[in-house]
């Protein structure tokens, strides 16, 4: 995460607003479909309900500051608001979350952001993370056993974790930041990155790595997997991939930039049928279903979709806000309040906060939220941990 990009990005969520956000994330408000189930229908009898929850988001310590949400659902067709409800977790479950007292947990080499982590297996953690080489963003990975502690890796090339650094065969991606990780069903590893040759310019595009191992050595493409589109809504940069299967399909939002720095900015939608080797754009995706920037999508315990992204709030600040659907592209129906606000200087939250990535461990019914941190200052880039327990 580039410090000039997250200030750009708080500049247009300020413009906008946190109650205007979740205007604009109508998911709360969007006719037409309901959440709960794998399918849609629609009604011309949609009818609106309020479901009220408390939230509590703390730092760990004693202080508690509390807050009501409500998530706000539109339900369709025969689907009442009691249905929406994913099987047995309720939304408003999400709501409560723990800042880890020990925040910020991982402070990487030059500076640790853009996380994304995953459970590899019972126990054991990675993280995909943007870091540097050099002064050049660059995208490093680390392993955990308890999400607190982690430990970059080490390979043949860099001692400090890194696995993708300098311009890859086409020149144009010197720069890498923001990455996903995912396993191929024919078992290689792929990292989704966006790259570009000049910081100032910032004509970003999505770029894939592949490797026969996790730790790599990463082959990277000479052309961008998601190139720009001329005249659309990502026709000058693009950042902040996050990708999920449904169906046999992958799905992929990023945010699309069509000038920069002044934007506008928009949620952008992708497919693929080939494991992740070639999209296929779906362009726009409406604010009336798809909320938040530098967001995170992933599969829940429930079989639904749970999203969390960041929004505006009234005073123009940076909070996290979450929200779900039964589709990768939406509708997302959201809590009505963000589940996590800068904490302050106290927690190193000084200045704001950034790229939330959702796991869950359903066998302990917990989930967990790394997110990127800077302090007063605007710099370094930190990661640090919050988690929200559920069910009984």
Request: glycine share 12%; with cysteine; net charge negative.
């Amino acid at each position: 995460m580039r410090a000039t990009n997250a200030g750009r990005i708080a500049s247009f969520l300020a413009g906008i607003g946190h109650a205007a956000a979740l205007a604009i994330a109508a998911c709360s408000t969007s006719p037409g479909t309901g959440e709960g189930g794998g399918s849609t229908s629609s009604s011309s009898g949609a009818t609106a309900s309020t479901a009220a929850t408390t939230t509590a988001v703390t730092d760990g310590s004693s202080s508690t500051e509390a807050t009501t949400a409500a998530a706000t659902t539109v339900a369709s067709g025969s689907t009442s608001a009691g249905d929406l409800t994913g099987g047995d977790l309720e939304l408003g479950e999400l709501a409560a979350w723990t800042r880890h007292p020990d925040n910020p947990i991982f402070l990487g080499n030059s500076f640790a952001a853009d996380p994304h982590v995953w459970e590899e297996s019972p126990g054991q953690y990675r993280m995909v993370y943007t870091d540097a080489v050099e002064e050049r963003q660059a995208i490093a990975m680390a392993t955990s056993t308890d999400l607190v502690s982690w430990t970059p890796i080490a390979n043949a090339q860099y001692p400090d974790g890194v696995v993708l650094a300098g311009a890859g065969p086409g020149g144009q991606d010197l720069n890498q930041e923001t990455a996903v990780y995912r396993r191929t069903d024919d078992g290689q590893h792929q990292i989704f990155y966006i790259g570009y040759a000049d910081e100032i310019e910032y004509h970003t595009a999505i770029y894939k790595a592949e490797a026969s191992e996790i730790e790599g050595p990463y082959l990277r493409e000479a052309d961008p997997v998601i190139p720009w589109t001329p005249g659309g809504p990502d026709s000058f940069a693009m950042t902040s991939p996050t990708i999920v299967e449904h169906n046999g399909q992958l799905f992929m939002t990023y945010i699309g930039w069509q000038s920069y720095p002044d934007g506008p900015v928009i949620n952008v939608g992708a497919t693929s049928d080939d494991d992740g080797r070639t999209w296929d754009k779906h362009g726009e995706l409406s604010w009336d279903d798809i909320f938040g920037v530098e967001a995170h999508t992933e599969p829940g315990p429930d079989g639904l979709f749970y999203r969390v992204g960041i929004t505006g709030d009234t005073q123009g600040g940076d909070v996290i806000t979450l929200g779900r659907a039964p589709h990768p592209f939406g509708p997302f129906t959201t809590l009505a309040e963000p589940i996590l606000v800068p904490g302050g200087a106290r927690v190193g939250e000084g200045d704001t906060i950034m790229s939330p990535t959702l796991m869950f461990r359903d066998d302990i019914e917990t989930a967990y939220m790394l997110y990127a941190a800077v302090d007063t200052g605007g710099w370094p880039w930190v990661t640090s941990l919050a988690s929200c327990d559920y069910g009984g």
